[in-house]
């Protein structure tokens, strides 16, 4: 069974730092280009940041950038999001997601919030 489960999120104040986990299993996860996307109510999915099968190349959304980090361990299967100095606007549930070709897997999401 493919299965993508992101943790990690949660509520934590504005300046603060969380870091998102997404382990994969049921699929040649090292082929895989790995994502980062966001929705929050009432808005459109939002794509954060992306990495390549062998970790080589990364790009990030204009809004995260220079705050988020993303990487992988493929030896673990593992995708992870770095946050820092989040923002309100960063409140979304995040999905990570698996793309090979035309095939896309995607997780259940996790949320975050932002507040004071």
């Known amino acids: 069974q493919v299965q993508l489960v992101e943790s990690g999120g949660g509520l934590v104040q504005p300046g603060g730092s969380l870091r998102l986990s997404c382990a994969a299993s049921?699929?040649?996860?090292?082929?895989?280009?790995m994502s980062w996307y966001r929705q929050a109510p009432g808005k459109e999915r939002e794509l954060v940041a992306t990495?390549?099968?062998?970790?080589?190349?990364?790009n990030y959304a204009d809004s995260v950038k220079g705050r988020f980090t993303i990487s992988r361990d493929n030896a673990k299967s593992t995708v992870y999001l770095q946050m820092n100095s989040l923002k309100p606007e960063d409140t979304a549930v995040y999905y990570c997601?698996?793309?090979?070709?035309?095939?896309?897997?995607w997780g259940q999401g996790t949320q975050v919030t932002v507040s004071s």
């Open positions: 049921g699929f040649a996860f090292r082929n895989y280009a």
């Open positions: 990495i390549t099968k062998g970790g080589d190349s990364l």
């Open positions: 997601k698996a793309a090979f070709y035309y095939t896309n897997y």
